[in-house]
């Protein structure tokens, strides 16, 4: 390996966006730490996380950010959408009005970014299949209609969050590389 190619060095940051409650901080915490917590509080969030998987033998390192609970003020500020390449945009399959919502939140997002963004649309909660209030169709229908990736997650029983997480990485390191 050249001096070059040591020296080459992706780190793309990412948001997690979304109304309160929906698992956003879940779903950062089971990816970057396998951990879940059945109670946690708005107030517990960390800035961001730093996560690094290897693409095409290249260490690729994402800087995901959390809401520390602003959004409950709808005052999340743009410094925290600044220089991102990646979001995504969270729901709770088992609450209506949160998914109702995620228009006003890719509105916000285009606003704050100056860039292309990797946008993933995330129904969390499928381990609440029995209480859902939101279609599989309809989430996908949505992501269609935006461009968007779609997957349902559970960050309770870790169901496919690797794999949201990483498809963002991966489709920001395919739009750079
Ligand atoms: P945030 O406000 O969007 O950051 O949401 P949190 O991550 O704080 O989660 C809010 C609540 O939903 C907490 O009680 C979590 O334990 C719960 N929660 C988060 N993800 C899931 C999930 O995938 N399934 C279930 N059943 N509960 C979840
Ligand atoms: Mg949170």
Partial sequence: MSSDDEAEEYLFKI?????????????LSRYARNEFNMHSKATIG?????????IEGKEVKAQIWDTAGQERFRAVTSAYYRGAVGALLVYDISRRTTFDSIG???????THSDTTVARM?????????????VSIEEGKNL?????LFFMETSAKDSTNVRMAFEMVIKEIYNSVS
């Fill in 46 to 54: 960390v800035e961001f996380q730093t996560q690094s998987m290897e």
């Fill in 143 to 147: 992501a269609e209609e935006h461009g």
């Fill in 121 to 133: 649309l995330v129904g969390n909660k499928s381990d609440l299949d029995n209480i859902r209030s």
């Fill in 15 to 27: 948001v997690i966006i979304g109304d309160s409650a929906v698992g956003k901080s879940n779903l």
């Fill in 104 to 110: 006003r939140w890719l509105d916000e997002l285009t």
